[in-house]
């Protein structure tokens, strides 16, 4: 009678674990499936286009949220969808926003912004860029473009070759660096232009 009793509580131990286990499952997904698609996402840096900022297999947490919320602006580093394939992802700096007309001599190192508030253009303070080259570009840019350049200039992919990027293409900025563990920072390759 005892062994009946036993066996009937380790059954019902059984079926409470199977339980527990599948309300924690349906929880966790509950939490990660809303955070990864509209809050937070990881992502690993694959090539050298942003060198010195960021090294290949550097692991990053990418902010999505501040995009739904608000606009991009200069200097974000990005991560969006490549748009000749949007299953690539890629990693830039933002250079040029929405109705800018983007001005690259990469011989000089040497990017002016032309727009509402600088009829006769501005030129950016990018002291973080060692690599210069590449191709010159000239690009007036639609009301949801922006113009997006790899630090390691030389190395790069960007907008000078493909184009503009559309807003619908940003999947977030870079918003934490998490591996190397000894360059770990919050809003890394974070710069802002002199005004």
Partial sequence: MEEQKEEVAQKKTGW?????????????LLVVVPVRAFVAEPFVVS??????????????????????????????VVIFRYPKDQTKFFIKRIIGLPGETVDVKSSENKV???????????????????????IDAHTTLGSDEY?????NRSGSSDSRY???????????????????????EVMPGNYKQAK
């Fill in 16 to 28: 409470q674990s199977f339980w527990e286990l599948a309300r924690f499952a349906f929880i966790a």
């Fill in 47 to 76: 090539g050298n286009s942003m060198v010195p900022t960021f090294e290949d297999a550097n692991y990053l947490i990418v902010d999505k949220i501040s995009y739904i919320l608000g606009d991009p602006k200069r200097d974000d």
């Fill in 112 to 134: 002016t912004i032309i727009n509402k508030e600088h009829p006769d253009g501005f030129n950016l303070t990018q002291p973080f860029i060692k690599n210069i080259g590449g």
């Fill in 147 to 151: 113009f997006v350049m790899g630090d």
């Fill in 162 to 184: 493909w184009g503009a990027v559309k807003k619908k293409f940003l999947v977030g900025r870079a918003f934490l660096r998490l591996l190397p563990i000894q360059e770990v």
